[in-house]
């Protein structure tokens, strides 16, 4: 069975930094590409970042380019998202999802991320 | 972000059949790409309802159909169910942006 487990929910500060995490399970890993879409009530779900985890390679939405980053490690069969300097309007619902062909077809529970000081 | 526009809300008796829009552009949908559906129950993770256009992943009941033409694809829900009550998104690539692309999201209520 498919499964994309991601850490727990997340309150940080402005200028905070943090590493979410989604650990997959029950498929090959180095078969999909995965990656992370975000959920606001106010801009609905926005598709962010892929990266396939044979050679990481990155797809990037324009939108979050720059401002987050998505890494694997291969090892443990996770991915990442992570900010460096988060802002309040980072506060969201992120959720892991396998990639394939263009759609996602697998969702993690999602991690629910408040941004507030 | 949104290039995929859908209604707001539908709402149906339990048995009817309901239908939801969805309507791009020819950097989208108009231009070949696939659109896929998803269902998001209150609470819960959305998941994969319809891939490639017209296609249910396995478990996914035979009341859900979907159809593509032109530059929009619709979603049906046939005999409607009270556990359908959610929102449901499409999806596609739009090659103008380069990215995935959801729709802006459509809420189900069964009356």
């Known amino acids: 069975e498919v499964q994309l487990v991601q850490s727990g929910a997340e309150v940080k500060k402005p200028g905070e930094s943090l590493k979410i995490s989604c650990k997959a399970s029950g498929y090959s890993f180095t078969t999909y590409w995965i990656g992370w879409v975000r959920q606001t009530p106010g801009k609905g779900l926005e598709w962010m970042a892929i990266i396939y985890p044979v050679d990481s390679d990155i797809r990037y939405s324009p939108s979050f380019q720059g401002r987050v980053t998505i890494s694997v490690d291969r090892s443990i069969t996770t991915a990442y998202l992570q900010w460096s300097s988060l802002r309040a309007s980072d506060t969201a619902m992120y959720y892991c999802v396998r990639h394939v062909e263009t759609q996602f077809d697998y969702w993690g529970q999602g991690n629910l991320i408040t941004v507030s000081s | 972000q949104s290039a995929l526009t859908q209604p707001p809300s539908v709402s149906g008796a339990p048995g009817q059949r309901v239908t939801i829009s969805c309507t791009g552009s020819?950097?989208?949908?108009?231009?070949?790409?696939?659109v896929h559906w998803y269902q998001q129950l209150p609470g819960t993770a959305p998941k994969l309802l319809i891939y490639g256009n017209t296609n249910r992943p396995s478990g996914v009941p035979d009341r859900f159909s979907a159809s593509k033409a032109g530059t929009s694809a619709s979603l049906a829900i046939t005999g409607l169910q009270p556990e359908d009550e959610g929102d449901y998104y499409c999806?596609?690539?739009?090659?103008?942006?380069?990215?995935?692309?959801f729709g802006t999201g459509t809420k189900v209520t069964v009356l």
């Open positions: 999806q596609s690539y739009d090659s103008l942006s380069v990215l995935y692309v």
């Open positions: 020819n950097s989208n949908i108009g231009a070949g790409y696939h």
